[in-house]
């Protein structure tokens, strides 16, 4: 193999936009101190140059770069990605739903994924800006439409629903390290779209009956016990940026040629091989399955409902009806733009 070649292969230039925000900064500073990570490049609205500098004193691999619109900030930021986190948007307040953020998050995504058409059209793309449900479809709307579409390296970032099913489960896995239990938790991420399939799970595990409703319930709306929890000061950030650098840095690690990487993701399923199956299966292009990744991204869609039980068949349901909802909102947003005037 030529030097150029091995180059290739441990670089994994990244950029995060919305890096000043209370996903962007801790995310940024995981991202910082991750030996995989050899450039970093923080775009945000405001506040990148403080952000950037305070993080560049960290004596980790990393080169950092910090901008901000002007000059050409997103133009800079996004040459030669090959990873783009997007934590960009307004957080819920108590009383909101996710979809209630849609009206200001939509625009934010479209733009930003207008620049990655333009400047980085082959880059990994992980979306953490709500509604993941409605942001993602417009994600690949833009992309479609510039032509430059890929859907095995579009990603919708559902990992902290994953990382509170295997928190939240724990007394019952036994698991010293809560982590070391695999829970998939498929279908979207809000509400009732979020489906835990504790049946699934590995190594397998018992839920008391009179417990599984409360449960199941938890991890559907532990977003909203944070949002009340922060009394008005935003969402989850700190276990969303550790969710969200667990998620970059598997994608990371399988780009660089590690095999076995499976990982819940909501994805375009028509796009991805394994994913037409599990689209007819469920009614829906859009949806969050464990997805084998690999140098291009997400490799295989891993179809697990075969055999789950009545409980979650029931799950799925609920979460079909509002989930396609979701997604034809993010489709027409771009395709059918409702006139400002
Ligand atoms: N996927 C998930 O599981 C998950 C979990 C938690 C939060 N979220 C979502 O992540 C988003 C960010 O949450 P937060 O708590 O970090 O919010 P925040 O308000 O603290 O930070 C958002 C940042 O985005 C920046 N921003 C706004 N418009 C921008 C633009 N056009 N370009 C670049 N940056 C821009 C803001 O300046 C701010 O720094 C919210 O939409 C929230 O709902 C998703
Ligand atoms: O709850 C929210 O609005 C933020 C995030 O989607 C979460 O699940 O914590």
């Known amino acids: 193999m030529v030097k150029a070649d091995l180059q290739e292969l441990t670089r ?18 995981l991202l910082k101190a991750c030996p995989l990570v050899d450039e970093l490049a923080l775009y945000d609205v405001v506040n990148t140059p403080g952000v950037t500098a305070d993080l560049s004193h960290i004596s980790s691999v990393a080169k950092i770069s910090g901008y901000l619109p002007k000059d050409d900030g997103l133009k800079h930021a996004l040459t030669g990605t090959d990873i783009v986190v997007i934590p960009a948007g307004i957080p819920r307040k108590p009383g909101m ?58 990603f919708g970032v559902t990992t902290l629903d994953v ?118 299966a469920t009614g829906v292009q859009f949806f969050s399955t464990p997805v084998e990744l690999g140098p291009n991204g997400a490799e295989k869609a891993i179809n697990i409902l075969d055999g789950i039980t009545d409980k979650e068949s029931r799950l799925l349901e609920a979460c079909k009806a509002g989930l396609q909802g979701n997604i034809l909102k993010g489709v027409d947003f771009i395709k059918s733009p409702v006139p400002t005037k």
């Open 97 to 154: 739903t996710r979809d209630d953020l849609f009206k200001i998050n939509a625009g934010i995504v479209r733009d930003l994924v207008e620049g990655i058409a333009k400047h980085c059209p082959k880059a990994f793309v992980l979306i953490i800006s709500n509604p993941v449900n409605s942001t993602v479809p417009i994600a690949a709307e833009v992309l479609k439409a510039a032509g430059v579409f890929d859907a095995k390296r579009l």
């Open 12 to 29: 994994s230039p990244t950029a995060v936009l919305g890096a000043s925000g209370g996903i962007g900064q801790p995310l940024s500073l």
């Open 163 to 280: 990382v509170r099913a295997e928190t939240f489960t724990q007394k019952y896995t036994g698991q010293k390290n809560p982590a070391h239990t695999k829970i998939p938790v498929i279908g979207g991420h809000s509400g009732e779209t979020i489906v835990p399939i504790f049946s699934k799970a590995s190594p397998s595990f018992t839920i008391p009956d009179d417990k599984y409703d409360d449960l199941i319930k938890r991890v559907q709306f532990g977003g909203d016990e944070v949002v009340q929890a922060k009394d008005g000061a935003g969402s989850a950030t700190l276990s969303m940026a550790y969710a969200g650098y667990r998620f970059a840095e598997s994608v990371i690690k399988a780009a660089k040629g590690e095999k076995g990487i499976i990982e819940p993701t909501f994805i375009y399923l028509p796009g991805v091989v394994g994913g037409e199956e599990i689209a007819e």
